[in-house]
């Protein structure tokens, strides 16, 4: 289920990307329509889906078997809106500055996903701190914020450094059977 979850959200990126959505040459009003179309559309169905209930009389709302179907419309267009929104702003200085850190992390995407995996499994599973399930959602949030946080700051400074992330670097040397290789110099038989 979850394969085919990720695998559907991998198709939508790679269909965004040999449609140009993320190398900004798309029209400032293409991306402003898609900015506004994704992020309104995303927020009201997330209203739709779990807003409602703080309304007094709808507290019992329900969308039924709907609601999986809501989430991830949801989803996509609130990540359609924010590609958007990050194009829009990369168009201006100060746009710029503001996705700064998250071109660092981008630059080393390997590094940080892999960090991130490694953490959390620290963090919630029974060979580090074992908290998976102990947690309120506020809480997680709190950690996820943590660790996104410390990961940006660790993209910057190792973006000083001019050098691939570490885990970059280490999977063009498997890839290319040495440093030799990937030096640019031949290899001997």
């Known amino acids: ?19 140009g959505a993320f190398s900004g040459g798309w029209s400032t009003g293409q991306y402003a329509a898609m900015a506004l179309a994704g992020l309104s559309g995303g927020i009201f169905l997330g209203f739709l889906v779990h807003g409602t209930n703080a309304i007094p009389g709808f507290e019992s709302w329900s969308l039924g078997s709907w609601d999986a179907y809501f989430y991830n419309l ?9 590609i958007g929104l990050a194009n829009l702003l990369a168009r201006s200085g100060a746009g710029r500055v503001l996705l700064a850190p998250f071109v660092a992390v981008g630059k080393i995407p390997l590094t940080v996903y892999i960090g991130q995996t490694v953490i959390c499994g620290i963090v919630f599973y029974g060979f580090g701190f074992g908290l998976f ?16 946080v410390a990961q940006i700051l660790f993209a910057l400074a190792w973006q ?23 030096t640019g110099g031949n290899r001997k038989a």
């Open 160 to 182: 000083r450094t001019g050098h691939q992330g570490p885990l970059e670097w280490l999977l063009r040397w498997l890839v290319q059977q040495g440093p030799q290789a990937s």
């Open 1 to 19: 289920d979850h394969i085919l979850d990720v695998g559907a959200m991998m198709f939508f990126g790679m269909a965004l990307h040999r449609l």
């Open 133 to 148: 399930g102990s947690m309120e959602h506020h809480q997680l949030l709190m950690i996820a914020l943590g660790i996104n």
């Open 74 to 82: 949801r989803r996509l267009l609130i990540g359609l809106g924010l």
